[in-house]
């Protein structure tokens, strides 16, 4: 997406910043201080996602919220990075050479994924995932979503014209529909723009055909960072009950379910979503000086 054309109405435009490393130019926005927040958004969808809670969450943290790779305004320096364990090498390395070392990691579908990826090689104090896409996909996407890539390969005309057709603003509103969320005319304004970049569309077809759980799913036992895995009750995308089954496979996972909500919950309702944030950051930390008090009282 060409940023000049985006950048006066783009949620949170004033913190963003463009930053190079490993094989993208990435978009990445940075606000407040703190105890630090990396937000990761899921397929087909950018930072403007995190629009309300971006804001909010950086009265009282330093939050990050970063373009995935091939989405938004993110370049592409190579079409064979979009897998699961390559993008979150990938946003390690970034956060590496950037200085960023993030407490928490909130992410939404597929973004869950790399937030647990993540937690593999970095040192959390927690993951939050919201409407977590942690199933492999069953049915035509089992064989579908992995020819994709062969398609894009031998046909490049195949982005351009998907995102011809994301040029119609009803469609659009169709697909979103079905999704078990309502957004506002100016939140669906985002997605429409975003729909119809062809570069856009390449990298959120880059990633599905790339994306595979299977080495994640098999050691979902392992990892110990504390995690909570939130679904929306009218999620129509991932069924609730995905992360319900995840969060009891985790050591230290939690699940809650939010009423009335579907897949895009932290649009809908981004002030329950954070007071969820802050309650579960809460008791993290309570939890964590809890455990130094006890420790030093050894000492």
Known sequence: MDWETY???????AWSNFVSAGKHRWHVQIKGTGRCILLLHGTGASVHSWSSLFDHLSQDFKVVAIDLPGHGFTKLGTKQRSSLTHMSADIV???????????????????????????????LRGV???????????????????????????????????????SNPHRVKKLLNYTGSRLSEA????????????????????MMSQWNLDRLLLRLSELSTATLLIAGEKDRTVPPQIASQMAHTLPN?????????????????????????????IKKETLRQSKNEHKNGFK
């Open 93 to 123: 390395a970034l956060c590496n050479q950037e200085g960023i070392k993030p407490d928490y990691i909130i992410g939404h579908s597929a973004g869950t994924a790399v937030a647990l990826e993540m937690s593999k090689t970095l040192t």
């Open 187 to 206: 939140q669906l304004n985002f997605y429409k723009a975003l729909f119809k970049d062809k570069s856009h569309v390449e990298g959120a077809l880059l």
């Open 7 to 13: 950048k006066t109405d783009w949620p949170n435009s």
């Open 253 to 281: 996972g939690e699940f809650r379910i939010l009423a009335g909500l579907g897949h895009l919950a932290h649009e809908e309702d981004p002030e329950q979503i954070l007071d969820i944030i802050t309650a579960f950051t």
């Open 128 to 166: 939050i995932g919201l409407n977590s896409a942690l199933s492999k996909f069953g049915g035509i996407a089992s064989w579908a979503f992995p020819m994709l890539a062969k398609v894009i390969a031998l046909n490049p005309l195949i982005p351009g014209y998907l995102a011809s057709l994301g």
